[in-house]
């Protein structure tokens, strides 16, 4: 029988920030969006594709007292410079907004290294994510992947914080001040407050993948959990980027520093997803598991507090049972969506009609099982010849 895991719910953040923080937030964001503007149009070629389905729902979500869902935007990765940069695209209306700009996760291990780095990130609006390659903290149930949920979710009913034990006094290590992503195992947050219904970027890829013909490779678990751990359930708009490869190349000379101008940089926006036919039918088995476990829960607490304690926990982002993160059901169910979301970013791609037919052992983990055995931080694919950046 799995056995809940206690306290794993970050610190929550307040729904508001205060002024200064939103102010910071508006000048970094805005800032980096007209700089990511300047750069795309004044020193490359852009050509859009579906743009007005994006700002339609962004005019749709000014208002984020009145928002009823989440929104996740999902895309390939095939540059260091796909976000901020792929942002410069947004009418300038947008980009000193925070409140309705995109959420990301980053690279704990680049992003957040000091507190330089962790309070402009932060302030970017950019969760602090880790990666096995590099941290054994890493991998899909990560606390800052609840926070992702929590983020495109509403509301909870009650603050976790009344449930859970004071974070533990932080102490320096190694004669260094901790950052807001280097706190201990189970404390790893954005300090930053977000409203409810908040928008999400995930490349769910994991890495730089530079194909030859921009096919895909396959979508890891975190796609999964914020799609299927989400409540309500999220818009999700799907994305394809093309060029940002050929401004950035992983294989470029000197200067390495210095992104190449005088590309065609193209980005094309699909329709909102349909949820109940893309993913209804695995929303209902993911649903089903977790009463199951919440019922035996309960079942194993009757006559105590424990089983009122497990009925307070349960909200978006937690996984408090082995079962709902490594049982073979769950495991299945975030398989398949995951190659679902997949599909449909590559529906995206096709509409292009400018790319050849997918690989479709690329969509398949095992594909690239190999790859995991390579220590460089940049080298030439064992699959497909393509440029890989595990940076």
Known sequence: ??????????????????????????????????????????FNRVEVTG??????????????SKRQRGLLTVSNHISVLDDPVVWGILPLRYM??????????????????????SNFFSHGQVLPCYRLKHS??????????????????????????SILPPPPTLTPSDNKPPTPSH?????????????????????????VHQHPSTDLRYFKWGVARLILESDPPPLILPMFIDGTQRVMPEDRGFP???????????????????FEEAFGDLKRRW???VRKERERALEKGAGGDSGVLMEKRWVPGELPSD???????????????????????????????QYPEPDPTFGLAETWRPDDTIEAKKYKSRVDGSNISQD
């Open 256 to 274: 390495k520093f210095l992104p190449r101008i005088g590309k065609t940089v193209r980005v094309a926006f699909g329709e909102p997803v349909d």
């Open 323 to 353: 079962e709902l993160r490594y049982g073979e059901e769950a495991k299945q169910i975030r398989i398949e969506v995951a190659r679902r979301m997949r599909e449909e970013v590559l529906k995206v791609r096709k509409a292009l009609a």
């Open 51 to 64: 743009f007005s389905r994006l700002l339609d729902v962004l005019e749709s979500r000014k208002d984020a």
């Open 183 to 207: 706190t201990n195992d189970y404390y790893h947050y954005s300090p930053i407050p977000h409203p409810p219904n908040s928008w999400v970027h995930i490349f769910p890829e994991g890495c």
């Open 136 to 161: 054994p903290k890493g991998g899909p149930f990560q606390p800052i992947l609840g926070q992702a949920v929590r983020l495109l979710s509403g509301p909870t009913p009650f603050s976790p914080s």
């Open 96 to 117: 000193f907004d925070p409140s309705n700009l995109r959420w990301s996760l980053g690279a704990a291990d680049i992003c957040f290294t000091n507190r330089i780095l």
């Open 287 to 289: 649903e089903a598991l």
């Open 1 to 42: 029988m799995s056995s809940p895991m206690p306290y794993m719910t970050p610190p929550p953040s307040p729904q508001r920030a205060n002024l200064s923080v939103r102010l910071k937030s508006a000048l970094i964001m805005g800032v980096t969006g007209v700089l990511s503007k300047c750069f795309l149009y004044g």
